[in-house]
Structure formats: structure tokens, C-alpha cells
């Protein structure tokens, strides 16, 4: 994003700055930024960050435990889907990447690449598992994924160390873990 900004010099973001004002719909974040809508569309800025974000998506690791924490959760005999603001066929490249497929009952993305909200994907998957709504815990990184799961009427908890801080995840009055090694505890005693 700073290469977005940086050509429009706008004020560049901090990891602290973002965490702070990033959100769903995307496009409120753009606002947020300081980007002005009515003298250039979202989609050109917007479509400029993928084509930047597209270089590079490949790079990242996982967090640190991700892997024993899908793993412990298979292995406690709980399914695990992900709903993700990423474009399909992006998520299905990610998940590759990282062998991620053998945890997961299903792995939902969305049709394009402006990030509006996983609320509907949420709402049609409910409708197709075997659960009720009361044995599906939602797990996130942002207010957003709150609000899924409330829409959805799934418990949620929520991680730092993504697109939110910890304060603006604790205002949502759900629990906040302090990373994914707590999660596997926190799902068995429940």
C-alpha cells in the first residue's frame, strides 16, 4: 500500500497506523487513507494495490504455530473451514503454497478482489453445513470476522496480529487470545 500512497503523496502507513484504521468494506479503509473517490475511482487504486499485492503474495511465511494449531484442532476431530476476503483463486493458490488443503473441509474466497465483506459467503455456508449455528466457532483477526459471526449466530474469537490491534479487537467484546497457541486450549475447554 505504501507504493500506492507513495506515488500519490499521501501519508505512508506504519504497522501501528494500520492496524488502526484498516476495515471492511475495503473500500472505507481507501477513505480512510485519504484517498479522494471523486477525483479517481477505487477501482484504479484499488486494482493498482492487487496488481502491487500480486508480486508478492507468494512471500509470506505463516505465523508462527499455524500449522501445529490446524493440527491439534484436526486432530481434537473439529472441522475447519476458511473464509477469507481474498479472491478465490488467489486463496486457492495460498493455501497450496503452504499445504494447507489436508485441514480443511472448505476453503471460501470471494469473487473479485475488492474485499466488500464475507457476510454472504458466511450466511450460504451456514446453509450448507451439517452444524448448527451454536457449534460453529468463528475465528479472526478483525471486527469484521465479529461480525460475520454474529451475522451467522457462531461464537467468535478473535487473534491480534493481523489486520486489527488488540484494542480495536476488544472492543468487540468477544474474547481476544494473545496467538494461535492458545486457541487449541480455549476450544477444549469449551
Known amino acids: 500500500m505504501n507504493g500506492v500512497l507513495s506515488r500519490r503523496n499521501m501519508v505512508l502507513l506504519t504497522p501501528d497506523r494500520y492496524m488502526d484504521i484498516f476495515d471492511f468494506p475495503v473500500v472505507d479503509y481507501y477513505r480512510r487513507l485519504g484517498f479522494d473517490f471523486e477525483k479517481e475511482p477505487f477501482q484504479i487504486s484499488g486494482t493498482e494495490f492487487i ?10 511465511t505463516l505465523h508462527q504455530g499455524a500449522r501445529s494449531t490446524l493440527q491439534a484442532v484436526k486432530d481434537a476431530g473439529v472441522t475447519q473451514s476458511i473464509l477469507s476476503a481474498q479472491e478465490q483463486s488467489t486463496l486457492d493458490e495460498l493455501l497450496d503454497i503452504h499445504n494447507m488443503q489436508p ?10 478482489h475488492y474485499a466488500h465483506s464475507k457476510i454472504e459467503n458466511g450466511l450460504a455456508w451456514m446453509k450448507e453445513l451439517h452444524y448448527g449455528s451454536h457449534e460453529v466457532l468463528f475465528v479472526g483477526d478483525t471486527v469484521h470476522d465479529h461480525e460475520v459471526a454474529e451475522a451467522i449466530g457462531a461464537d467468535c474469537v478473535l487473534i491480534p496480529g493481523g489486520h486489527h490491534s488488540r484494542t480495536k479487537l476488544e472492543k468487540t467484546g468477544v ?13 477444549l475447554e469449551k
Open 51 to 60: 496488481v502491487e499485492y500480486n508480486k508478492r503474495y507468494r512471500e509470506p
Open 103 to 112: 485441514f480443511l473441509l472448505k476453503a471460501i474466497g470471494l469473487n473479485d
Open 175 to 187: 474474547p481476544v487470545l494473545n496467538d494461535l497457541s492458545q486457541l487449541v486450549d480455549w476450544i
